[in-house]
């Protein structure tokens, strides 16, 4: 017994002398993303560079917790969230730095960054309705709020409210309409659903295409991934479904960010604005775009025949900027509406 | 020879037990003085809006999994240890099986069929129209929990009143046979009667299992009083998260005290002459229909989850990540091995001690132990998280030491949740050894330590491979604690099986939900075996 309670103390020792380690050959990634293609851009990174890399992979609002718990002693060098709201809540608290480059600032869109530079987004996703083709009119469905109709009783399905795009959603909306209108389009979703929410987006999208409902919120690149799936059935079920990009030409669709910035108390500052330029590049952003269909953040939709194939998407600028802002409000404007 | 000539080894034992009382008090206590800060707007808005669902949600999940376990559990004890029949012996060791099953693995396995019956639901729109159709998908979560839960818990019913029946009860039934009451007959005038307090333990530990699940919930969107503990924790609510478990700790000690009023009856039913009862042969007809009734459950709760993974299994194998794997193996294996050795020796010294120093204090610090184990999952987790971090933040060297999400966190909490699971085979078994052989080696000048690792392990062996197996068994199937003080970056079998599936990955959580079905397996063999050593 001892021998174990002595393991672990080692084990608690090595973490801290690995946290504490100032060698500059190891980037240590803080991170809510958890695809392979992750993994791939990792190793090239390395072997472009010879910069080793160490992920840690959690929720961002865990991510976020550790980096205020640990403070100046944080091993952390970059933080990475899916989330443009929590983004902006971490450089509020003062977790992020600023870095500037030109090739950062001339590879990003300008109203989708960090004005201080504390953050920068590397993949685009929309927040879009995948409707089934056979059931569903061209034109039916052009806005958000046409969702929330009452000819769409028992048609609608979403993933649950806990979940960050969701919250972000609900975010714009009450950053573009006011908590009023955002509530009563919530609460009526709610009366829409065909389902309690569960499971996840590609859960909608597939149950969608075997008739449960018609119409669901998901995020673009999830359909994507279904299209580009090694399960025919997933395949399938994808290709018997179309995606809108709501209020196109009614101040545009809401989308969010993966977004990439350097801790306040990174010691590898220099190694972790590589990393960030790296994300950015050409070779990055053509793999995010055909392998999870993430739209690349200066929309090159040639890098991908998905992409292309949903054409431009004009994005909503007003309420992005403000997601953060409303998050709270967005949760508790969902529990109000019953959405779980 | 006076306790005074025992004073090193008397500091030491009540030193253990004042550290492990210590630490249940300390949890509690933060818990309840953290719960009386300032919550701001975010409890009122639980208030508003959230807390009702999770307590009736928690309510009907309880009251529908203890019900179903125990219509599974009572009468399957009853059958195996009334009658005899072809297959028994087999049948006896099959019911215990769900136990090996971790109620959120089979909840993936069972997410894929909820997902298949995509077409009942379609049909039921165009046959009974848009009501019916929005009716039976909210139902449908619900019986898919409750009924995930209890095949994988009536185990816990099962094996109390199968003690029950087998050992304890063998006078009251053969003279209720004499008096020409039996069958069905005896099972409800007498049989029910005296099971009561084994439902009562075996229905205590069902109830406190499905207040501490968040995997199966979680699956199926159900949103009582645990997830909603986590919401807060991971948005930040700290003092509402404290508030709503505390509420869950008063739920389960209202539930545990009815327990214990019910198990105090025991000593007017149990008879000090243990002795086998004899069995009633059933005819091959009503035999077959035993079996048919005593499988649905075992393949509800076993063989079905097993099933869907090899199938998963067979078909993910190509891109399994080996390394992962391996390395939440590794996790999984090494937290149990050091949590089970270090909760069976805290729990031999708060016992043993106890007798040979014949303590008070040391016997007050057993029964604080043991109240850790009434303590939700979901409050230790926060308890212990926030005294952690507490201490993380209380100055820049503890920062460092990362104890926030440390192994020695998990550890600790490990160590108040599951002392419980080791004191009381420890202390059942203490009672087969008689104190006057203690006494006589204390009387020829024997040391405590002497006693304790001569005389009393030796002849208590049996109780500490029980002890050891259902610890083992306990941590290694453990997700609530795991998920919350884990290390980052720290995945166990556990933790990966739950994120896989939060993720849709169902199949790829295939290899780490088997594997921790073989291993469970594995830990329940020591069980198994005193099963057999008592009855065969």
Known sequence: MLRFKFNYVLLSCLMLCGGMSHGEEVLHIYSHRHYKTDEKVNAL??????????????????????????????????????????????????????????FL?????????????????????????????????????????????????????????????????????????????????????????????????????????????????TNSYYLGLLLNSPDPAERKAAESVRMIFPNQGAGGTHCNVSAAGITAHSQRVPQATRYLEFLLSEQVQRLYATETSEHPVMMNLDYSPILQSWGKIEMDMVGFPQLGKHMEAASRLFDQAGWK | MKNGDWRAESVLFRATGALLAGLVLLLVGWVIFSAMANAGGAWRDVLENRLLGHLWQTLLLASGVFCGALVIGLPAAWLVAMHDFVGRGIMRWLMVLPLAMPSFVAAGAYLEILNGMIPFYVWVRSSFGIEAFLWVQKIMPWVFSIVILSATLFPYIYLSCLAIFERQ??????????????????????????????????????????????????????????????????????????RLALLLMVIASVILAVEKFQSGRKR?????????????????????????????????????????????????????????????????????????????????????????????????????????????????????????????????LFAGLALSASVTGLMLAYWVRFMAVAVQPLSAGLTKVPETLGEAARMLGERPWGIFFKIEIPLMWPAFFVAAALAFVDVFKELTLTLVLRPFDFETLATRAYRLTDEGRLAEAAFPGLSMVVLSLLGLIPLLRWMGRIRA
């Open chain 1, 45 to 102: 990174f390395t072997e472009q560079t010879g910069i080793q890399i160490k992920v840690v992979q959690a929720e961002a609002d865990q991510l976020i917790a550790r980096l205020r718990t640990e403070g100046a002693a944080s091993p952390a060098d970059v933080l990475i969230t899916v989330d443009a709201g929590r983004m902006q809540r971490a450089a509020a608290e003062g977790l992020l730095q600023p870095v500037v480059t030109d």
């Open chain 1, 105 to 217: 600032k001339n590879h990003s869109p300008e109203a989708m960054r960090d004005a201080e530079g504390k953050w920068w987004p590397f993949t685009l996703r929309a927040r879009g309705i995948v409707v089934a083709k056979d059931r569903v009119k061209v034109g039916e469905i052009s806005t958000y709020q046409d969702l929330a109709k009452p000819e769409w009783r028992g048609r609608v399905l979403s993933r649950s409210s806990t979940s960050s795009y969701n919250q972000a959603l609900l975010a714009y909306m009450i950053a573009t309409h006011g908590e009023e209108k955002a509530s009563e389009w919530a609460k009526a979703i709610v009366e829409n659903f065909a389902r309690p929410p569960q499971g996840g987006d590609r859960d909608q999208i597939k149950a969608v295409a075997a008739g449960l409902a018609d119409a669901c919120l």
């Open chain 2, 169 to 242: 009860a063998a006078d009251a039934f053969e003279v209720s046979r004499l008096l020409g009451v039996s069958g069905w007959n005896g099972f409800f005038r007498v049989g029910l009667p005296l099971a009561r307090p084994a439902i009562a333990a075996g229905g205590g530990l069902v109830l406190m299992e499905t207040f501490n699940d968040y995997g199966v919930v979680s699956a199926f969107g159900l949103t009582t009083l645990t997830p909603g503990i986590f919401r807060a924790w991971a948005e930040g609510e700290w003092i509402v998260a404290m």
């Open chain 2, 268 to 396: 007017f039913v149990s008879s000090d002459t243990e002795r086998p009862l004899a069995r009633v042969p059933l005819r091959h007809r009503n035999a077959s229909g035993v079996w048919l009734l005593a499988m649905v459950p075992v393949a509800l709760g076993f063989l079905l989850p097993c099933m869907q993974m090899l199938e998963w299994l067979w078909l993910t194998l190509h891109l399994l990540d080996w390394q992962g794997h391996f390395s939440a193996a590794w996790h999984s294996l090494s937290l149990a091995l050091g949590a089970a050795l270090l909760v069976v020796l805290s729990a031999a010294i708060l016992v043993v001690g106890a007798r040979v120093l014949r303590s008070g204090m040391l016997k007050h610090a057993q029964a604080i132990s043991i109240a850790g184990y009434s303590l939700p999952s979901a409050m230790v987790a926060v308890g212990v998280g926030a005294i952690v971090t507490s201490i993380s933040q209380s100055s820049q």
